[in-house]
């Protein structure tokens, strides 16, 4: 078992939930393998906001990226897969990781025009995270996701998996 | 939270006692008729105005005003002042969008005079105001000019032409905090927003002309240049993605230490620090800058406003004449002096969603506004009327010089975006001689009139509580949303 300590709630996973070692090197995510619970809108009156469910950190945060690339772009289909980049990032625990990580895909968007529907994560420990990531310029973004906020941020058990509800300033 | 739980204190303000839960420091207090308050008690914003009680130093009551929604860490809507020196500052507490807020320009045309010409002007608009997600602007700036921006404020854009001194005069704080500092900025913040200056940005910033319906106030009204069938126009953005990065950076920097100072939070969005430590020191300092870009960036939205009026009307009509009304921020953390409890205190003022309103006799207030009381603007939803008021000694006296900011969100963006087709929408606004221009349709219907609260509604309670004074009422001819 793991501890997961974030500043403000302390409860206990599984470790093989914080592990990316489940007989593969790594998670490859993208929009086509998901299934349909995974990434949920939940109904925020000012921002929007995205419940992610999945069996280890590696999903919920592929997920994750896969379903803010999904608000950025609308129809990822359209998004072409021609620009690969390298990713690094280090927090102090899992949540600020997530919050990181998704703001790093959200500066690059606002940025560059950039979402990325494909990532895989190389590395992920509860406080660094190691990804290539794989997507497309587009003229114009659906949503400007101002940022990723730690508004109620807790990931949690949940049947057999993971589970987190993020909230995008919009 | 219930019905049950609320103590209703006046007419149009409501408690929840700090017995509602064990780590309130204060109590909490909001102001609603009995319709906003079923509307609160919708979402989780009475919850999140709780959580904000529970901030270190807070002083007196977290306060919300009538158009109080769900937010992120703070409800939108909230005040709540702490006490300084060692009170905390809280970035969330001011929101990713720091000095988001809203201009007002006069004019001295009337709406018969530009009526045939109301399409060519909302088309010349929408071109020369860059909107809409990841759009740059004209006003390229290298880093160092970036930096003067940051000390300057609006007053950068009067050097160089693209301001007058009157705007700024009509500008909270003149259009420049002092105290701010590029040092304590982030390169990222710097490179995100090169652009951006100048820029209307997307969500639900707006740029809108309106005509004056009704005077409410005719002395007001008469400082403010305001006649009924006057064209004036609004802007409603902010410090762009400059403002968002320093937000940011602060709330996680903020994430690393708030243990430090022992401090514990239901809701890691409220993040603070002691406005006396070097995390609050460096925040308050970032933010001034931030702020600073977003009067500058509602500046030379202005100048490419005149210029757009310009193209779109010379030779048709008269000199518009533009002037700025005054131009106010809303999400924001300001060092004031306040009766409190009966004594005078210096205390940090977090205004997320809620604009500043001063009473007559401020001494901040420009000589022209300084009898009537600080002009307060506050848009409504699109397509739906806006306001313009002042402020009171009521709002001194109750709200920390404090009243809402526009109609306030009842429904969701993803169901606004199921139950509102953005086409049908504009074709409606249209049809109510509403001249729509949108980047986006999809983004048109997030920003429905059904999903706010009603406007009218809200200033009633502000009205009625004392906490603000109605002036004019404007309606909309022409949008233009980012």
């Given amino acids: 078992m793991a501890r997961c300590n974030s500043n403000w709630m302390t409860f206990w996973i599984p470790f093989n939930f914080w592990s990316t070692d489940r007989g593969y090197n ?14 949920r809108v939940v109904e925020h009156t000012a921002d929007w906001s995205l419940r992610v469910r999945g069996g280890d950190l590696a999903e919920l945060f592929g997920r994750a990226a896969v379903g803010m690339a999904r608000l950025l772009a609308g129809d990822l289909a359209a998004v072409p897969l021609d620009e690969v980049r390298e990713l ?12 990181e990580w998704l703001g790093e895909l959200a500066y690059w968007a606002e940025r560059d025009g950039l979402v990325c529907p494909t990532v895989e994560l190389h590395e992920l420990t509860p406080t660094a995270l190691r990804a290539t990531t794989r997507g497309g310029r587009l003229p114009e973004l659906q949503k400007h996701i101002k940022a990723v906020t730690y508004h109620d941020l807790a990931i949690r058990p949940y049947d057999g998996g993971l589970e987190v509800t993020i909230v995008f300033d919009v | 939270m219930n019905q049950q739980d609320l ?8 408690e929840i006692p700090r017995e509602h839960r064990h780590d309130m420091r204060v109590p909490a207090r909001f102001y609603a008729d009995a319709e906003l308050l079923q509307q609160a008690l919708g979402d989780k914003s ?6 904000s009680a529970t901030l270190p130093g807070i002083v007196a009551y977290a306060l919300a005003m009538p158009d109080i929604h769900q937010g992120y860490g703070f409800p939108i809507g909230g005040v709540v002042a702490t006490e300084t020196p060692d009170g905390v500052i809280s970035p969330g507490g001011v929101g990713y969008d720091i000095n988001c807020g809203v201009r007002l320009l006069g004019t001295r045309l009337t709406r018969d005079e530009i009526a045939p010409y109301l399409d060519q002007l909302a088309t010349q608009l929408q071109r020369d105001c860059p909107h809409g997600v990841g759009r740059g602007g004209e006003f390229e700036l290298s880093r160092k000019e970036m930096e003067e921006v940051v000390r300057e404020g609006a007053r950068w854009a009067l050097k160089r032409g693209y301001a007058t001194e009157m705007d700024l005069e009509r500008t909270e704080e003149n259009g420049r905090i002092a105290g701010a500092d590029p040092d304590k900025i982030s390169p990222r913040a710097y490179e995100r927003a090169r652009d951006q200056l100048g820029t209307l940005g997307a969500g639900n910033h707006f740029i809108e002309v309106d005509v004056v319906d009704e005077v409410f106030d005719e002395t007001a009204a008469a400082a403010m240049g305001l006649f009924p069938g006057q064209i004036v126009a609004q802007i409603h953005c902010g410090s762009r993605g400059f403002g968002h990065q320093v937000c940011t950076d602060y709330v996680a920097r903020f994430q690393k230490v708030v243990h430090k100072y ?8 409220l993040v603070c620090a002691p406005l006396s430590s070097p995390e609050g020191q460096d925040y308050l300092a970032a933010m001034k800058g931030a702020a600073n870009f977003a009067f500058c960036n509602r500046q030379l939205l202005t100048h490419l406003i005149r210029r757009s009026f310009d193209h779109a009307l010379r030779g048709k009509v008269a000199n518009p004449g533009i002037y700025q009304i005054y131009d106010i921020a809303h999400n924001m953390a300001k060092i004031e002096e306040h009766e409190v409890n009966g004594k005078r205190m210096t205390v940090c003022v977090h205004r997320k969603g809620a604009t500043r309103a001063f009473g007559p006799g401020s001494p901040v207030l420009p000589d022209v506004y300084r009898a ?29 010089g404090s009243t809402c900011h526009g109609a306030g969100r009842t429904m969701s963006r993803s169901r606004a975006k199921k139950e509102v087709q953005g086409g049908e929408l504009r074709r409606e606004l249209e049809e109510r001689g509403i001249r729509v221009r949108a980047g986006s349709l999809a983004g048109l219907a997030e920003e429905a009139p059904m999903a706010y609260k009603d406007v009218d509604r809200v200033i009633e309670v502000v009205h009625g509580a004392g906490i603000a004074r109605k002036v004019a009422r404007l309606v909309p001819v022409a949008v233009v949303k980012g």
């Fill in chain 1, 88 to 99: 690094a990032l280090v927090a102090d625990d899992a949540e600020g990781l997530l919050v």
């Fill in chain 2, 372 to 400: 009537i009381g600080q002009p307060v603007l506050v848009p409504g939803s699109m397509g739906t009327a806006s306001w313009v008021l002042v402020g009171t000694e009521g709002s001194m006296a109750q709200s920390f």
């Fill in chain 2, 262 to 269: 022992n401090i514990q939070l239901p809701d890691r969005e």
């Fill in chain 2, 7 to 14: 103590k209703r204190i006046s007419p149009y303000l409501y």
């Fill in chain 1, 26 to 39: 790594g998670v490859v995510m993208s929009d086509s393998d998901l299934p349909e619970d995974a990434i």
């Fill in chain 2, 46 to 51: 009475l919850d999140q105005l709780v959580n």
